[in-house]
């Protein structure tokens, strides 16, 4: 391609999608280089949006076999069709990523299918799986390349009886027993379809809690929820060696501290210890870009040492999320055209799609006692909030922590239904820097989920109304 571009975006994920398409809203000619063959990045094609179709889909199969009676709605001769529910995951993830083709043309950002990699200063070459490469000039390359899952030494997953979240999301059929190596956020989500479906759930966490990056009243409260659902949970052990069999896969395991080793026989093992960022074949180290400890190195604005090389998403420090990625990618290009950017690190939610909903913002209670800050805790149970009964999810609570002196809101954990959608509010709040009177005196519509919130607000103050 003769003419320059503006900018070059190395993957189509959410990060790279996004920022491309808000470069060309800003008047830069803009590219954007994505070797799946389809938009969308792991986030659309094999993470974040199957697995919540799935989840969505098992939960409403669980729900007609066991709650539906209770409200009266009687369901006979129900019955799991496993390759439809597949199928159907399969449609919306093939309508959103020709959605983000039909943005990119409406937005005139070039879409360019290949292995991308930087080869001098201002050159990428985008490389087909036919070998067949394009070359393209820039003034500014932005590495959005995200992440893939991380290995655990010595265990070959071949996505069939030991797979990544990859292969657990299109298993052909129910497994009778899985095993999930790591109590995260992904392990959890495709262990809780799974479950629902039919399957015998192991979770083996290295560490002595789930969700170790959440609250831990959060933590705990989850386990004891999944326990109840059926999961069996192995803390503090670890995963030594895996071996496929005729009849599914065996697992060594023994105490993360050290003691006797012991066998768990499975159908299937999913390994998801966590995610590590992509840079392979980038060529980041030719160009002299500075790495730290497997990340790309960048400052403030998002500029690696490399002049006119950038960076964001997983590939960079912080939380590997994919709205943070979009926000990254967004603030990127407004700086790289001259505007001003931010992004409130503090202020960006994370959630885990199981049901109960885990939703958390800002510091951990355990964060707040580690720095020493002096903080009030309000709680509201949904036990006691009258839409949660209604609809059949009172189980969980919202949870607020504010500064003791100034009452501004520190942090806010959420366990129970919509938790996701509801921690919005409270991030938009400490945006602002609001206290918890400052919810506690915005009016809540009744009967709604979001009455919670209010009431865990003015619980900060210690004059929750419905407790």
């Not at 990045?41 to 199969?61: D, E, F, R, W």
């Not at 059926?230 to 105490?255: I, M, N, Q």
């Not at 309000?378 to 909030?385: D, I, R, T, V």
């Amino acid at each position: 391609m003769s003419d320059a571009y503006d900018l070059v975006v190395i993957g189509g994920g959410p990060g790279g999608y996004v920022a491309a398409i808000r470069a060309a809203q800003l008047g830069m000619k803009t590219a954007c280089v994505e070797m799946r063959g389809s938009l969308g990045g792991t986030c659309l094609n094999v993470g974040c949006i199957p697995s919540k179709h799935l989840l969505h889909a098992s939960h409403a199969y669980e729900e007609a076999g066991h709650a539906f009676a209770n409200l009266g709605v009687k369901v006979s001769g129900l019955e799991l069709d496993l390759k439809q529910m597949l199928k159907s995951k399969d449609e919306v993830v093939d309508g959103l990523t020709s959605g983000i083709e039909f943005l990119f043309k409406k937005n005139k950002v070039d879409y360019v299918i290949g292995r991308g990699s930087i080869k001098g200063a201002g050159t990428i070459i985008a490389t087909a799986d036919d070998g067949k490469e394009t070359t393209l000039k820039t003034k500014n390359i932005l590495i959005a390349t995200g992440s893939e899952t991380t290995p655990l030494p010595g265990i070959e997953i071949d996505e069939k009886k030991i797979v990544s979240s990859t292969g657990a999301l299109d298993l052909p059929k129910v497994p009778k027993k899985m095993v999930i190596i790591g109590g995260g956020v992904i392990g959890l989500e495709l262990g809780v379809v799974w479950r629902r479906l039919g399957a015998e759930v192991e979770v083996v966490e290295f560490l002595d809690r789930i969700l170790p990056t959440m609250d831990l009243e959060l933590g705990k409260h989850m386990q004891r929820s999944l326990k109840k659902a059926g999961f069996t949970f192995r803390l503090s052990t670890k995963v030594t060696a895996a071996k496929t069999t005729r009849g599914g896969v065996t697992l060594t395991v023994e105490p993360a501290k050290g003691g006797d080793a012991e066998d768990i026989k499975a159908d299937v093992a999913l390994v998801a210890i966590g995610r590590r960022p992509y840079t392979e074949g980038l060529g980041l180290e030719e160009a002299g870009v500075e790495m730290d400890r497997g990340k790309v190195k960048i400052d403030s604005h998002y500029r690696t040492n490399v002049a006119g090389i950038w960076a964001i998403g997983d590939v960079v420090d912080g939380p590997m999320l994919a709205h943070k990625a979009e926000d990254e990618g967004s603030v990127a290009v407004e700086i790289m055209a001259g505007q001003a950017g931010h992004i409130d690190y503090d202020c960006i939610p994370s959630v885990v799609y199981t049901w109960p909903e885990v939703a958390s913002v800002g510091r951990t209670e355990e964060q707040l006692k580690e720095q020493g800050i002096a903080y009030k805790v309000g709680k509201f149970p949904f036990q006691a909030n009258s839409r949660a009964r209604a609809s059949g999810g009172g189980e969980g609570f919202v949870k607020i922590l504010a500064e003791a002196e100034t009452d501004q809101v520190l942090g806010a954990h959420i366990i129970g239904p919509d938790a996701g959608t509801l921690i919005a509010e409270i991030a938009l709040g400490m945006e602002f820097g609001a206290s918890s009177e400052d919810i506690a005196r915005t009016c809540h519509a009744h009967p709604t989920l979001n009455e919670a919130v209010k009431e865990a607000a003015l619980a900060v103050d210690g004059r929750a109304l419905h407790m």
